[in-house]
């Protein structure tokens, strides 16, 4: 047992079994050093959220004019003026490898499918999918242990997880963050009861119980009679066989964790009916999906699609009938970079209502966005133009006290944005060599 007052997490989890699941405990602080010379008591755990965009934005409504802290908020950023001491506004960060490099069109599917792997997505339509792991389920692989879920896939709408979608890419690319390998992405949910559902039941613990028994059962049947399969099928089969079991292990261990670990206190919030008719109301209730798995500690890790890329839906309720992709090919015509305008703005509120949620509620000394980190942003800069350069990025929360928010940063063109998510792995104890196409952590996060 360490010192009262500094109880590691390990300590916990190993010695008392069921800490892990209790909001976090002040006994539980430490000291945590980060690569850019940053140190910081810990009071609470880092979360870190990562929101993306279709379709790239109007640059120039979103670009401040001025470095440092004295920045004026453009048109689109304008709904975050009451947090905007809470963020970063990240300008010059780049993803190569959205861009064809001898594939030719698709840089839709490229764009989503690189923006958290930094890997160049294969091209293909069919079953031989690739991309690379997603900063999100490196954090997972590493801390996920640690929480009821190890992340959270939530989304605006639905997509295939199959066919031609993008000038020859798969349909997952465009529709899927999260790649738990690079051949296994992971789909989202875009259901927000079925998402209340799977983070606090929907017929309290005697039912997840049973639920549990019978996936027991289901899984050592699968087991057993997969197990036979071994060396009778290619090496692709065994390949996608392996991957299989991961999965199933993957449950099983989950399973046995949440044995473990005491109920979890359903939230004073109603549970969602279902996919609202009104797609404001849906990607609200999203929002406040992923703000109650971080307030309850059921992950520490989430990835939020806002619209698939490439998306064309419409937006009448902000005075926009068009599709949103048609008019991102706005061919400098100032009336649809206008309406362009609007649907960003629209997307930047979702964000802001989830940094004031998170800053309302008070954790530790301070409030849960101290101990957040969230990323937004697009694999598309200019829609019109397809290029992965100068990406619309921003970053807020304040990383245990590790980042130093409240600027507008510019970093040399063609910094990889995966070195952005090296850094926020750092901060959530999380240390890998690379990343994608990373060269190192970002400089300037915490000043």
């Known amino acids: 047992m360490t010192a009262r007052g500094n109880v590691s997490r390990r300590t916990m989890l190993r010695g008392f079994g069921t800490a892990l699941a209790l909001p976090w405990l002040e006994s ?21 959220a990562i929101l993306y965009v279709p379709n790239g934005v109007n640059m120039a409504d979103w670009t401040p004019a001025a470095e440092g802290t004295d920045f004026t908020l453009p048109a689109i950023l304008e709904p975050l003026a009451p947090v905007k001491d809470d963020l970063l506004v990240l ?3 780049t993803a190569d490898k959205a861009r064809p490099h001898g594939d030719g069109g698709g840089d839709h599917a490229r764009a989503l ?6 890997a160049q997505a294969r091209k293909t339509d069919g079953v ?8 999100d389920q490196l954090a997972a692989s590493r801390i996920g242990d640690q929480t009821r879920m190890p992340s959270l896939e939530i989304g605006g709408e639905g997509g295939p997880m199959a066919g031609n979608c993008d000038s020859g890419y798969s349909c997952v690319y465009s529709a899927t963050m999260a790649w738990r390998s690079a051949t296994q992405p992971l789909p989202k949910e875009f259901n927000p009861k079925i998402v209340f559902e799977r983070m606090f039941g929907a017929d309290g613990d005697t039912g997840r119980k049973q639920r549990d028994e019978l996936r027991k059962s289901i899984l050592d049947f699968v087991r057993d009679d997969a197990a036979s399969l071994t060396g009778k099928v290619s090496r692709n089969d065994q390949r996608k066989l392996d991957e299989y079991f991961s999965s199933i292990r993957d449950i099983e261990q989950r399973i046995e964790r949440t044995a473990k670990l005491p109920p979890v206190q359903t939230p004073d919030y109603p549970v969602p009916a279902g996919i609202p008719d009104d797609f404001p109301d849906h990607l609200r209730l999203m929002c406040d999906m992923l703000v109650l798995a971080f307030q309850t500690d059921i992950t520490r890790v989430c990835t939020f699609v806002l619209t698939n890329e490439g998306s064309n839906r419409p937006y009448p309720f902000v005075g926009v009938p068009e599709g949103h992709h048609d008019l991102s090919h706005h061919g400098n015509d100032e009336a649809k970079k206008s309406k362009i305008r609007e649907i960003n703005k629209f997307h930047m509120t979702q964000l ?5 949620k998170l800053k309302s509620i008070p954790e530790g000394e301070g409030n849960l966005l101290d101990h957040c980190m969230i990323a937004y942003g697009s694999g598309n800069s200019d829609g019109n133009a397809h290029n992965h350069d100068n990406l619309p990025i921003l970053l807020a929360g304040h990383g245990g006290g590790t980042i130093t928010t409240g600027r507008h940063v510019k970093y040399a063109n063609e910094t ?14 999380v240390r890998v060599p690379f990343l994608g196409d990373s060269t190192g952590s970002l400089s300037n996060l915490h000043v």
Do not use: C, H
């Open 28 to 48: 539980m602080g430490g000291l945590s050093a980060w690569a850019d010379g940053a140190v910081a008591a810990k009071t609470a755990p880092n979360r870190m």
């Open 91 to 93: 300008t010059g960060l």
């Open 113 to 118: 499918s690189a923006f958290t792997t930094g």
């Open 128 to 135: 031989d999918i690739r991309s690379g792991i997603s900063v």
């Open 352 to 356: 802001a209502y989830i940094l004031q």
């Open 416 to 429: 990889p944005l995966a070195n952005l998510w090296l850094s926020m792995l750092e901060r959530m104890d």
